[in-house]
């Protein structure tokens, strides 16, 4: 419907002010085409309790990110991410590769666009007293988390030392709650990490291999929804930016200094911080070196492995890869703090 104020105008102004009329809506359609684009939404990012991902809360406390760029979801329980991506509230998630492959088994249309770091120490089986090697798990009751890196982490340890999956009895338990039924359901040992695996520890229970022994084979990741990425890459870079910050003043701290986050205080930063390492801008530059041929070695070496660990006959493929926003960041100053 017209505007009668307009139609009024047409009727009753002489020919002049039909003129200055036309110049006025003419002008205000310039000045329409010209305003500002709507700001893209942030990206909303899960993140789960763990060293690995701590320079994330880094980068919100020291306002790495642009602001309004990033909205950080600390979730409690890594098992819970894949409800968070059924459900759509979510554009990207920090996880273990094995976790990743199990999304794309699963059917997610997600990309990997960064390593975040990899694992010397921080994931590891460990048993009772009685329990000397892992050798002498054979035929005992072990903890893991399926489908997780905890249970690639037994895998290998048990190929280090000449056994199988058949030779232990499996106990499927979720990671966080491993410390509380390591007695109650008699196990002789558990593939764990993070505070479980502190809590054990305080039980007596000792380390009988670690991913130290293993290294550069537990990695973790950064996904991204590939509709998210594809509609707003500057957003995907400004993460990818604020991370490589973080983790450019994390390697810079010295001993016992105060790092100010929000999810692990200085005492158990400090104690933790030998265990995991955070891929830098050159660690992630080497992973996307020829067309991305370390991580896809890595990726190869955890799917033969996934067919030892699962009775599926699908095979996993290689996730979406995109390095754009990762040189869209590195291409950018580092120093920015969103204030």
Request: with cysteine; glycine share 6%; charged share 20%.
């Amino acid at each position: 419907m017209r505007s009668p104020t307009l139609e009024n105008r047409q009727t009753f102004m002489p020919f002049r002010g039909h003129k200055r009329s036309w110049v006025a809506l003419a002008l205000l359609l310039l000045t329409a085409g010209c305003a500002p684009e709507q700001e893209p939404p942030p990206i909303r990012v899960s993140a789960s309790y763990w060293i690995g991902y701590e320079p994330l809360f880094v980068a919100e406390q020291h306002r790495f990110f642009p602001k309004g760029s990033v909205h950080l979801v600390e979730n409690i329980n890594a098992s819970t991410l894949e409800q968070t991506l059924q459900g759509d509230s979510i554009d990207a998630v920090t996880v273990s590769l094995s976790r990743a492959i199990n999304y794309i088994e699963t059917g997610y249309n997600i990309t990997i666009v960064l390593v975040l770091g990899w694992s010397n120490g921080a994931d590891m089986v460990l048993a009772n007293p009685s329990i000397k090697s892992v050798a002498d798990l054979k035929g005992k009751r072990v903890g893991t988390e399926t489908g997780s890196v905890n249970t690639y982490l037994l895998l290998r340890a048990l190929q280090e030392n000449g056994l199988t999956l058949p030779d232990i009895e499996i106990v499927p338990l979720p990671n966080e709650d491993m410390d509380q039924h390591f007695r109650p359901k008699n196990l002789s040992a558990a593939s764990v990490y993070g505070r479980a695996a502190s809590r054990i520890k305080k039980m007596g229970a000792h380390t009988l291999f670690d991913s130290s022994q293993i290294p550069g084979e537990i990695i973790d990741v950064l996904l991204v929804r590939t509709p998210f990425l594809e509609a707003y890459p500057n957003r995907v870079a400004d993460l990818i930016k604020g991370w490589l910050a973080a983790v450019d003043h994390l390697n810079t701290l010295e001993p016992n200094a105060t790092f100010k986050a929000s999810l692990m205080d200085d005492k158990d930063f400090e104690e933790n911080r030998h265990l995991i390492r955070f891929a830098t801008a050159k660690d992630n530059q080497s992973f996307l070196a020829n067309d991305w041929a370390k991580l896809k070695e890595v990726f190869e070496r955890r799917k033969k492995a996934n067919l030892l660990l699962t009775s599926s006959s699908k095979t996993s493929h290689l996730p979406n890869l995109d390095n754009n926003p990762f040189f869209t960041a590195v291409s950018q100053p580092t120093s920015f703090r969103g204030d």
